[in-house]
Structures are given as C-alpha cells and as structure tokens.
C-alpha cells in the first residue's frame, strides 16, 4: 500500500504541478493585454495648385467677329438701318458688290451664313489692301491710337481701306453716317487674333 501511496502521490504530485502550470499559463493568457493594431487614419490633403494668372493681350477670331456684330448690330442678322446697312456686320450693297457677292436685301438679311462669308471676305480682301500699313505700324502709337492689325481691319470695315490709308498719312479721321469715328474701331477692336 505504500508502494501505491507513493505511485498516487506520484500522481497527485504531478496532476498538481501540471495544473498549475497549464492554469497559470491560461491566466497569463487571459491576464495578457490584447494587442490590437489599429491603422492610423489617413489624412487626406487637397493641394490646389493654380498657374500664375497670364495676361492675353488678343483673344479669338470668333470673339472678335462676335464684338463686332453686338456693335454693329446687336447681333441681329435680320436689321437693316436707315442708310441701307443690312445684317449683323451692316453691309451695304457697295460693299458685297465689291467682294463679288449678289444679293438682294431680302435674302442678305435671311442668310446668316453668307453674312459670315461676306464678313470673312471682307477681312482677307481688306487685309491685302492693308498689308503694308499692317506690316509697318503694328504695335506703334500712330495719331494717339495704337494700332494691331484687328484695329485696323475694324477701321477699314467702317471707313473703308482708302480711309484707313489717309489716316495712316496725314491722321485723316473718318466718321460714318451716325457721327462714329474710325479711330474708335481702331481702339475698341484691337488686339485680337484674327484667322485672316
């Protein structure tokens, strides 16, 4: 019985001494702080980067032909005025018998697209005349006005190429029908880039 008693001690002993053990580590388990890894939040930054404002001096052909109809015209296709002048560009008959064109008033007026043909026509027809006015004055101050080549060919458009040439000469100055000077196309529509 001894013998027994020593081999159940034995026994004892050891069921103990892993008990203790084995609940020892699972309370160190337990009692162990959880590690959890959280991510950081990402901040999200907006970087606006913006290009140094540039200064154009000319803006486009269309915007000038658009300038020039609210002018002329209000835009209006359809408007002939007192003297004659029909269209968004107030073309007289002179003028489109110049350039070739034959149209009655009626079917000017009702025709968008040969009055931007006719304004298209007129620009290359008057910038030939002008060529060399164009080529000598551009960017200088002649007569107090400075001059680009739109400037001029909106002067040659209410004045005529002949009158542009005078002003160039002697500082004719040209005044329509209702009292507008030449000189005040040359400002009001110079510095723009004409695909002429």
Known sequence: ???????SLVLLFSI???????????????AQPIIQLKPKPIVEMQVKITAPELVIMSTSHEQFLNAMGHRESTNNYTVVNKFGYMGRYQFGQSTLKGLGIK??????????????YAMQELLVHNKKKLKRYIKKYEGQI?????????GILAAAHIGGAGNVRRFFRNGYEFKDGFGTKMTS???LFGGYNLNV
């Open 142 to 150: 002649v007569h107090g006005v400075f001059i680009t080549e739109s």
């Open 1 to 7: 019985m001894k013998k027994l008693d020593s081999i």
């Open 16 to 30: 103990i001494l892993f008990s203790t053990v084995a609940f020892t580590t699972i309370v160190r388990a337990k």
């Open 103 to 116: 149209a009655s008033t009626e079917e000017f007026i009702n025709n968008p697209a040969l009055q931007e």
């Open 185 to 187: 196309y040359m400002k």
